[in-house]
């Protein structure tokens, strides 16, 4: 019997020849992700573990991204203990400010992140990594602690659900609109327990890029990881960045799946999730009602890349930000911070009037560099739009492409690209 | 293992950020993560919890964030077991690894009101209200997550496997 792309990378982690969901294996990991909210309470943990070492310092990967550049005392004193760690345990992956990026923008950029590797992080979007065709996933404090002791984590073998994307793509219609479109059919526990595997022309259309955005979100339809077949285009992005060998695992053709869901993506709108849960979407035609917004957040390490940047320099080209709106974008690494600047991107987000930043999570979940007053409502390109998600309890968030997102800063309320000209 | 408390009632997708905000993520300590546990949803939470009772949630509960912050500021709250008709899948782990108890039983869940108390035998997975006298039966955890239980944790298990 075939076997799915999780059911593989698990096997061949875990020195068998074949795996079926529900069993529980004890597998190697290829890396070990921590950030500064999670590293530190992994480091209390693995402290009690009693080894004098990591359980190889090239696979541990510790990204502060969350409240860096420090926002308060506290946040520094955090950073400044997994940094000591690092440094005690001569950790290679340890990314400082001015080094440092969006750690699901980051790994994939330094080849940290290979095709048929197992990464875990402690951190949900760890799934990101799906679109390179490996197992990535989100794991908690204690499982990255026991994990850089003994190089393994357990694992339950998921069913896979296997979506089919037909068709091609509208106008402004990007990866983003298709996880959420996705999310809203199937809902934020839809693949509670579950791998899925995103395929079809359109993902193998899909830049990296656009592929990474989808992955990210699999965990906002509870899904273990969004596996994506490494092909040609996964190579292509690879091949001046890959640190290890690796070697390519996708599905079988007889691999078996729990469900298999065809979706004709050339019926897709630019989507928006409303408040407060991911799974709240609509196509931009389908609201009627004017929703004005305060803040507008393009980032993140859902839609931080190059490609979001050139879409959104692309729609604020000439225009300038609504009075009533402050727009915000987060390049994603310093070598994309660098690219956009000396593409000339910068000129047209400075010129529009938005503010652009240093690498950081900040905004996204409510930590700092822009938090919501009560009653204000933020369009974002980030993934999750949870009560009090960017600020006030009694704030709003509206989750959407870069596209949306820079045509809605200049309007002042939730528009499509096309309402700008 | 048997625990008896007082009746927290939630309902779906109570999710990590509702259960500790990341505004107070720059520390782990226990006193600050029980002192905000839940404040998002439920202001009062920490002031009217006392040791033992037992947080209810609906369908995906822990959904969202890996930070293992939520079920610790659920456990240092002084909550003595979780009961939902069903867990996100890192929280569900992370509960396990730190010894949070946790059931999965929908039936439980739908009976339960704010303020029942419950009678709950974590080894057998026997919820029972006792103000409805309803026994009701958790899904046992497969044998693997047990040892993890029993051994007190994810840490302890790992230990005794590296001697």
């Given at each position: 019997m075939g076997m799915t792309m999780i059911e593989k990378i698990l096997a061949a982690h875990s020195d068998r020849d074949e795996l079926k969901p529900g069993e529980i294996v004890n597998a190697r990991v290829d890396m070990v992700l921590g950030n500064d909210i999670t590293t530190p309470v992994a480091v209390k943990e693995f402290e009690k573990i009693g080894v004098d070492k990591v359980f190889d310092k090239d696979r541990i990967a510790i990204v502060p991204d969350h409240f860096t550049p420090n926002k308060d005392i506290k946040a520094a004193e955090q950073v400044n203990m997994i940094r000591k760690f690092a440094k005690k345990y001569e950790i290679t992956n340890f990314f400082e400010v001015g080094q440092m990026g969006i750690e699901h923008v980051l790994l994939p950029e330094k080849g940290l992140t290979l095709p048929g590797e197992i990464i875990i992080g402690?951190?949900?979007?760890?799934?990101?990594?799906g679109a390179l065709g490996a197992l990535g996933t989100g794991v908690g404090s204690t499982d990255m602690a026991a994990a850089m002791a003994t190089g393994k984590a357990w694992f339950k073998v998921p069913p896979t659900i296997k979506i089919i994307y037909k068709g091609e793509l509208k106008p402004h219609v990007s990866g983003k609109d298709l996880i959420l479109y996705t999310i809203g059919k199937i809902g934020v526990d839809g693949a509670l327990y579950k791998a899925m595997e995103f395929t079809g022309e359109a993902i193998e259309n899909l830049s990296m890029d656009g592929r990474m955005t989808m992955s990210n979100m699999a965990i906002e339809a509870g899904g273990k990881a969004g596996l994506i077949a490494a092909d040609e285009k996964t190579e292509a992005y690879l091949k001046d960045k890959a640190q290890r060998d690796y070697t390519v695992l996708n599905a079988d053709p007889d691999a078996e799946y729990e469900k298999v869901i065809e979706i004709d993506v050339s019926q897709i709108t630019p989507q928006i999730a409303f408040p407060s849960l991911p799974e709240n979407t609509k196509g931009l035609d389908e609201i009627e009602e004017k929703i004005e917004i305060q803040q507008a957040v393009i980032g993140s390490c859902t839609n931080g890349r190059l490609e979001d940047l050139r879409v959104a320099a692309e729609i604020l080209k000439g225009h300038t930000v609504n009075e009533n709106v402050r727009c915000l974008v987060f390049p994603g690494t310093q070598k994309i911070y660098k690219q956009a600047m000396n593409e000339g991107l910068f000129d047209i987000f400075i010129d529009a009037g938005v503010a652009v930043s240093t690498p950081t999570c900040g905004p996204c979940l409510g930590g700092h560099m822009g938090i919501l007053a009560e009653g204000e409502k933020a369009i974002s390109t980030t993934n999750r739009n949870f009560v009090g998600r960017m600020g006030s309890t009694k704030s709003e968030v509206y989750l959407a492409s870069p596209a949306v997102a820079a045509a809605s800063a200049i309007k002042g309320y939730i528009a499509g690209p096309e309402e700008v000209k | 293992m048997k625990l008896k408390g007082k009746v927290f009632k939630y309902g779906d997708n109570v999710d990590t950020d509702v259960i500790i905000p990341a505004r107070y993520l720059n520390s782990s300590d226990p006193a600050n993560l029980a002192a905000h546990c839940m404040e998002d949803i439920d202001e009062n939470f920490a002031e009217e919890v006392t040791d033992g009772d037992i947080i209810v949630g609906g369908k995906n509960f822990g959904s969202g964030s890996s930070r293992e912050h939520a079920p610790l500021a659920i456990k240092y709250a002084g909550v003595s077991c979780v009961i939902a008709e069903s867990f996100a899948r890192i929280f569900y782990r992370n509960s396990i690894n730190i010894g949070l108890p946790i059931l999965e039983s929908p039936e439980a869940v739908k009976a339960a009101e704010a303020g029942d108390e419950l009678e709950v035998d974590i080894d057998q997975g026997e919820i029972k209200n006792m103000r409805t006298g309803e026994t009701y039966q958790a899904e046992p955890f497969p044998p693997f997550m047990q040892e993890i239980i029993k051994d007190g944790g994810l840490i302890e298990h790992v230990k005794k496997e590296l001697v």
């Open positions: 402690a951190d949900s979007h760890t799934c990101t990594y | -």
